[in-house]
């Protein structure tokens, strides 16, 4: 096992149930976690708690609850907690318009941060909140960008059917100036420089992390599992979100490349639909299309465009905050436990992780993020394989083992990898 001193462990506070209701356990909830950690009698393990995520209020000129959340920040605080984690949303803080930043509730929350004595974790939220687990508010995009996906909603990612998704703009077109004149790297780019020098007096001191969101929930993946309507349920293997315009033009060009032209008109056709399990479909059952020359060239293209999009967003992060001393860079991965116990590990190709039984799809994340000196903070390890249902192959254990192996076998990695356990504190 690696070393755990320099790793971070971040919970999910339950939401206030009323507008200025206090959580008189939040603390006490926290101490326990604390004392609880399996890892903390051999290290200290610095813990953040995820703030609500309606912290700030939709117009984003003010705190919700401001009371209660002062209260609680002190309640954190006095339990041992390192600091808080909070969004910040694209959907509040440049909803007004392309560059028009409003950062005031945020200030107000940084602020208070600061006068208790907590770090600040900052996630860049350029994703829609709503559609996944735990999202119990909506925050879309913000209208402006939502204006250019209804103009085109070829911006958005979209799955065999022509299902489209709203959750964040496809990356297909992250190169490509379709949201009024700017690409939506410099979008995101622009925020985070924007967000940097509003908040240049708390950098390294208050705010000692930018967590750069990278796809739907913030974590670096394709939205293959969306919960939304009920498209989705657990197990599901998901589907594949290749078929906007955008996609399917590189898809086209990969084929081309490589003399298969035919390879580059759609994706699996026998992949199965969201709800399906692997043995359900042509593809991922156990000796599948997954395993074919045709599956490995279309999996190597779907998984090289997600690293692509990681690769163009982290270079535009450290752009911005590498004059932060103090400032850390995390990337979130998402923990995709279902179905790992087969071969083709089908919900994780689907959401970007060319992960199979004989195909490593962690250490090229790894090594993107360590050219980076990114931190990969990762999802479900507080699973345990006994908890989840044992028919559909879940292995939370197995997995979380595998990618530490492949952080820690980068061999120039700098940076630690960082635990997210997704779990609500509550009553």
Not at 110 to 131: D, N, R
Not at 232 to 252: A, H, N, T
Not at 331 to 347: D, E
Not at 395 to 409: D, I, M
């Amino acid at each position: 096992m690696m070393a755990l001193q320099l790793q971070t462990m971040t919970v999910d506070p339950a939401p206030a149930q009323a507008p200025d209701a206090v959580k008189p356990d939040l603390a006490m909830a926290c101490q326990a976690l604390v004392e609880a950690a399996p890892e903390a009698e051999h290290a200290d393990v610095p813990v953040f708690v995820m703030m609500p995520l309606d912290t700030v209020r939709k117009d984003g000129n003010s705190l919700n609850r401001r009371k209660a959340v002062e209260a609680s920040l002190a309640a954190l605080k006095s339990a041992g907690v390192e600091g808080i984690m909070v969004d910040v949303w694209w959907g509040i803080a440049e909803a007004d318009g392309p560059g028009q930043y409003n950062f005031n509730g945020y200030m107000e929350l940084m602020e208070m941060a600061k006068k208790t004595g907590l770090k600040v974790q900052a996630v860049m939220s350029f994703h829609q909140c709503g559609g996944n687990v735990g999202d119990s508010v909506t925050i879309p995009l913000p209208g402006w960008v939502l204006e250019e996906m209804d103009k085109d909603q070829d911006l958005a990612y979209t799955d065999r059917s022509g299902r489209r998704n709203y959750e964040y703009v496809s990356l297909g077109c992250d190169a490509m100036p379709v949201l009024k004149g700017r690409t939506p790297i410099q979008c995101y780019a622009d925020f985070m420089r924007a967000f940097r020098d509003h908040f240049a007096t708390f950098m390294g001191n208050t705010i000692v992390e930018i967590q750069v969101g990278m796809g739907p929930a913030g974590e670096l993946r394709y939205p293959s599992y969306p919960e939304s309507d009920g498209t989705w349920s657990f197990p599901g293997i998901g589907e594949f979100q290749c078929y906007d315009r955008f996609m399917l033009s590189s898809l086209k060009a990969a084929a081309e490349a490589v003399g298969k032209p035919e390879w580059g008109n759609a994706g699996p056709g026998d992949s199965g639909s969201y709800k399906d399990w692997p043995e359900d479909t042509g593809f991922f059952r156990r000796e599948g299309g997954w395993s074919t020359e045709y599956g490995e060239f279309f999996m190597s293209w779907y998984s090289q465009m997600l690293l692509e999009h990681g690769e163009r967003i982290l270079s535009a992060a450290t752009g911005v905050f590498t004059g932060s001393p103090g400032v850390k860079i995390s990337v979130k991965v998402a923990g995709i436990h279902w179905h790992y116990g087969t071969r083709s590990h089908a919900a994780e190709l689907t959401a970007g992780y060319y992960n199979t039984r004989s195909h490593d799809g962690y250490a090229p994340i790894a090594r993107m993020l360590a050219r980076h000196g990114a931190v990969l903070n990762f999802t479900c390890v507080e699973m345990r394989d006994h908890e989840q249902p044992q028919d559909a192959q879940c292995r939370p254990e197995a997995l979380v083992q595998q990618v530490e192996r492949e952080a820690e076998g980068v061999a120039h990695a700098t940076q630690p990898l960082v635990h997210e356990a997704a779990v609500a504190l509550t009553n």
